[in-house]
């Protein structure tokens, strides 16, 4: 919601100045159809020309995530440490009961508690491999770090393609407006017979162009970007989370110490107070 009231303040603000200041908004909105096709139409082709299907899909998803906001919010945040606390606790108990929950998620009582988590596969199959190999024996916490750094550097490089392909459009979108802006010079000396009325029209309809590759580009495009980027970097944390708690359990901490390590970790506005954290292990169904 909070991008598209930008987006509206933007528009209001640019073409509500223009015309307090006396500017022909018909001007624009004669130009505006055909330089919107050469621009947009451009920036489109050039996206498409540079990414691979995979990476386009993606971008599109990515789109809602601006409208939507982060995925994860401060009580998903409790939940996955909730729920980290009670599989290492049951590991450190009965390596038996623990792999029960790993191997069949879905029918386990324990991940059936979180059911935003338990609809996440990618957040799953993280934590079922990182206590899989736990089970089986592989106990260096530091080549666990290290392996797991990799994996979500890895997927967090691939989550910032969109981002990063809506980047390159904007960066482009200036010169795409010169483009079309120099076509429509071309257009208006082709008609230099013409009186000079009809000639600042016409010169007027050809700098919208410039107009709005630089409009689109730092007022729309660059913006949404960034904002995608924001959003994919912290919900990542869900992730970072669960290689700290992991990483902690390696070392061989006790469950409060693992969780709490983790839960120091997370950014101000997602973290847990201690006092809420523990009311909510306290209640976790394994404690229960």
């Known amino acids: 919601m909070g991008s598209l009231i930008g987006v509206a303040i933007t528009f209001?603000?640019?073409?509500g100045g223009y015309v307090a200041a006396g500017g022909k908004i018909a001007i624009i909105l004669q130009a505006l159809p055909?330089?919107?096709?050469?621009?947009?139409?451009a920036a489109i082709g050039s996206l498409i020309v540079a990414n691979d299907a995979h990476v386009l899909k993606g971008t599109a998803r990515d789109l809602g995530k601006a409208v939507k906001g982060p995925r994860w919010q401060k009580a998903d945040y409790g939940d996955l440490l909730c729920l980290l606390y009670a599989l290492i606790r049951i590991g450190r108990r009965d390596a038996v009961a623990v792999e029960t929950h790993i191997?069949?998620?879905a029918g386990s009582p324990l991940f059936q508690a979180y059911p935003r988590i338990l609809a996440e596969p990618e957040a799953i199959a993280l934590i079922s491999d990182t206590v899989r190999m736990g089970m089986m024996n592989y106990d260096d916490p530091h080549q666990l770090e290290a392996m797991l750094d990799r994996q979500l550097e890895g997927k967090l490089r691939q989550e910032l393609h969109g981002s990063h392909a809506l980047q390159v459009m904007a960066d482009g979108l200036p010169a795409l407006g010169i483009v079309a802006?120099?076509?429509?010079?071309?257009?208006?000396?082709a008609s230099i017979d013409q009186p000079p009325e009809i000639l600042g029209k016409m010169i007027?309809?050809?700098l919208v162009g410039t107009f709005l590759g630089v409009f689109?580009?730092?007022g729309f495009v660059a913006p949404l970007a960034n904002r995608i980027r924001g959003i994919v970097e912290a919900d990542?944390?869900?992730?970072?989370?669960?290689?700290?708690?992991?990483?902690a359990n390696m070392h061989r901490h006790s469950p409060q110490i693992c969780v709490e390590v983790a839960r120091q970790n997370l950014p101000g506005g997602l973290r847990l107070s201690f006092d809420e954290l523990d009311t909510r292990l306290r209640e976790t169904p394994e404690a229960a």
């Not at 055909?34 to 947009?40: D, H, K, P, V, Y």
């Open 216 to 218: 689109l580009s730092y």
């Open 181 to 189: 802006a120099v076509l429509g010079v071309i257009k208006t000396m």
């Open 12 to 15: 209001v603000m640019v073409f």
């Open 103 to 105: 191997e069949d998620p």
């Open 204 to 206: 007027g309809g050809a």
């Open 34 to 41: 055909f330089e919107l096709m050469m621009i947009g139409g």
């Open 236 to 247: 990542h944390k869900f992730y970072e989370l669960i290689r700290d708690t992991m990483v």
